[in-house]
């Protein structure tokens, strides 16, 4: 019986290998082919090169304040999409939680290392201890000039969540729960939302019905300026450190 | 022939690592191997959507030397949108390897085929 099945899974993989080779080397000709067909990189001719860009760029500075055209698009003009991206973040943590949270550790398998804390290991904690200082203050140099440099909220967000697991990884997760633990991270992603969602709503809501919102834009160049943006810098920001330590910190050892 | 492939480097490119991606979630039998592969998927994306928005001879937007004219910068809009790519990839990424580690403790291997033979004698042992 059971060599018969070892014998149909056998003609199974066969086939299976052969007519997925197949699928592929179709889809690469079909792609590449289409490829022909799109417009040619890198010219000036380029359809992606429309009116919309050129509003973008010409009266970005005038209508948001910001240096940084991209940051000035991603959260002026295109500010809800922006806060759909830290919905996306927010709704993965807590699937994340549903699946990780509340395991016992005798649910653990055998063949699962136990998670080791690194109590005694002396180059890690002494690098650390310089470098951790150095990767927050990066990052929070690159959230707040997020309008004036490139960076933004997501990148500075990554840079300070990293900050943030190699602190756990060299000083022990106990030492982390102080300040990031699970109700701490969700008071600070929820409050962030809320005030993101409700300052945008605010200038969505007077801009639509052509009202003055009393946002000062400030001179452009300046780090007070630009509106709202380096506010909700500020909110993805938080956002984004807190989801990612609490990714880490889920899947090493099921907790925050 | 050549001066097309010149032209469309980048898209050819982006196509193939598609692909390779692709197969690499048919042909691998390891979860994680298989979330490497929607990965790459992801990365052909972004080389797509970012090649599309560069031109030669401009710089990236934002403000230098006080021009506001739109032919000194490339197009923002491919950057934002790459944005938006990365931030759903590293959730699903995040969600597809918190279930690998729950099939894992479930049973004790990453090995597609075994989990769904496995999950077969449990049924039989149901019925």
């Known amino acids: 019986m059971d060599r018969i099945n070892n014998n149909e899974k056998k003609r199974f993989y066969t086939v299976f290998k052969i007519v997925a080779t197949i699928l592929m080397i179709c ?225 090493r050892r099921g907790k925050i | 022939m050549f001066e097309q492939i010149y032209n469309h480097f980048n898209d050819i490119v982006a196509a193939l690592l598609f692909v390779i991606g692709f197969s690499n979630l048919l042909f691998q039998k390891n979860l994680i191997k298989k979330i490497i592969g929607l990965n790459i998927m992801d990365v052909a994306i972004y080389l797509l959507l970012a090649s599309q928005g560069f031109i030669r001879g401009r710089i990236a937007p934002i403000l230098t030397d006080g021009s506001e004219s739109a032919v000194t910068y490339i197009n923002p809009i491919p950057s934002g949108l790459v944005l938006t790519g990365i931030v759903v990839s590293v959730s699903v990424t995040a969600l597809m390897l918190s279930m690998t580690i729950r099939l894992y403790r479930k049973y004790r291997t990453l090995d597609l085929d075994e989990i769904l033979m496995k999950i077969r004698q449990e049924r039989e042992e149901e019925d």
Do not use: Q, W
């Not at chain 1, 067909?37 to 509003?55: I, T």
């Not at chain 1, 919905?87 to 653990?108: E, Q, Y």
């Not at chain 1, 938080?238 to 989801?243: D, E, G, K």
């Open chain 1, 27 to 251: 889809l690469a000709a079909s792609l590449i082919i289409c490829m022909f067909d799109m417009p040619r990189l890198f010219s000036e001719e380029h359809p992606g090169e429309n009116v919309v860009a050129e509003r973008y760029i010409e009266s970005g500075i005038e209508e948001t304040g910001a240096v940084n055209f991209v940051a000035g698009m991603i959260l002026d003009y295109r500010a809800f999409d922006t806060f759909g991206e830290s919905n996306v973040l927010f709704a993965a943590t807590i699937c994340v939680m549903v699946l990780l949270l509340g395991h016992k550790p005798s649910d653990r398998s055998e063949h699962e290392t136990v998670p080791r804390t690194v109590k005694n290991d002396v180059i890690l904690k002494t690098i650390a201890k310089f470098a951790v200082p150095f990767i927050l203050m990066f990052g929070i140099y690159v959230i707040l000039n997020g309008h004036l440099s490139p960076g933004g909220g997501f990148s500075g967000g990554a840079i300070v969540g990293s900050g943030f697991i190699l602190a756990a990884v060299s000083f022990g997760f106990d030492r982390m729960e102080k300040f990031l633990n699970k109700k701490s991270a969700g008071i600070i992603t929820f409050v962030s939302l809320l005030v993101y969602c409700l300052a945008k709503s605010y200038s969505f809501f007077t801009g639509a019905n052509h009202l003055e919102s009393g946002i000062p834009l400030g001179t452009p160049g300046a780090i007070l300026s630009s509106g709202l943006i380096l506010i909700l810098n500020i909110c993805v920001g938080f956002v984004v450190a807190c989801t990612m330590y609490s990714f880490f910190s889920l899947m």
